[in-house]
């Protein structure tokens, strides 16, 4: 009785920690992890944690459209192999057609330690496909010297390497959502 209530008590909160954001593993088959309903994302990160091991770097983002700031994490993992004190590299990943707005990273280093950063200079960071079906770069998530900020450089460093990591999606026509124009000064033009 006691395994079984471990069990399901295990199973409710995998559920509750379920994200609507999710790295595409491309040691799997990739169809069945980018389902139709859902928007494909890709970002280029940079975290730098100094003389510390990077045990995970997770991304936290509130869905603007849904009020809604749980379950919308994106999980990088953790330290390059060769320099566990980096993550660099692309990370293509799915998530629901809504807008997510960017609002901490939360990096897990030695000793159990958390750093929670946000952005620089009040710069924000909002994730939405606008209707697009073509994968879409959302930018270069850098963590320097204590400080995250975030660019539109990597776009084609990206579209080259996960063109090799995922032979089977089209970055031909991949857009840059930092390039995007609101929409209020697109009209105006």
Same mark, same amino acid.
């Given at each position: 009785?006691? @395994?079984?209530?471990?069990?399901?008590?295990?199973? %409710?909160?995998?559920?509750?920690?379920?994200?609507?954001?999710?790295?595409?593993?491309? &040691?799997?088959?990739?169809?069945?992890?980018?389902? #139709?309903?859902?928007?494909?994302?890709?970002?280029?990160?940079?975290?730098?944690?100094?003389?510390?091991?990077?045990?995970?770097?997770?991304? $936290?983002?509130?869905?603007?459209?849904?009020?809604?700031? *749980?379950?919308?994490?994106?999980?990088?993992?953790?330290?390059?192999?060769?320099?566990?004190?980096?993550? &660099?590299?692309?990370?293509?990943? &799915?998530?629901?057609?809504?807008?997510?707005?960017?609002?901490?990273?939360? %990096?897990?280093?030695?000793?159990?330690?958390?750093?929670?950063? #946000?952005?620089?200079?009040? #710069? *924000?960071?909002?994730? *939405?496909?606008?209707?697009? *079906?073509?994968?879409?770069?959302?930018?270069?998530?850098?963590?320097?010297?204590?400080?995250?900020?975030?660019?539109?450089?990597?776009?084609?460093?990206?579209?080259? $390497?996960?063109?090799? @990591?995922?032979? &089977?999606?089209?970055?031909? #026509?991949? $857009?840059?959502?930092?390039?995007?124009?609101? @929409?209020? $000064?697109?009209?105006? @033009?």
């Amino acid at each position: 009785m006691k @395994k079984l209530l471990t069990l399901v008590l295990l199973s %409710i909160l995998g559920v509750a920690n379920c994200s609507s954001l999710a790295v595409v593993d491309p &040691t799997k088959e990739i169809a069945p992890q980018i389902p #139709k309903e859902k928007a494909i994302y890709f970002i280029k990160a940079n975290f730098n944690a100094g003389s510390e091991k990077i045990y995970n770097v997770t991304l $936290e983002n509130f869905d603007l459209i849904n009020s809604e700031i *749980s379950g919308h994490t994106l999980d990088l993992g953790k330290g390059n192999k060769d320099n566990p004190s980096l993550l &660099t590299g692309c990370f293509l990943f &799915t998530g629901n057609k809504t807008v997510y707005s960017f609002y901490k990273a939360a %990096i897990r280093t030695g000793g159990g330690k958390t750093t929670s950063v #946000k952005l620089i200079d009040k #710069k *924000s960071w909002t994730l *939405s496909n606008e209707g697009s *079906s073509v994968p879409i770069f959302a930018g270069t998530l850098s963590y320097l010297d204590g400080k995250l900020d975030i660019s539109d450089v990597g776009f084609k460093e990206c579209t080259t $390497e996960l063109s090799a @990591k995922y032979p &089977t999606i089209d970055f031909s #026509k991949a $857009e840059e959502i930092l390039k995007r124009k609101p @929409k209020a $000064e697109a009209k105006k @033009k």
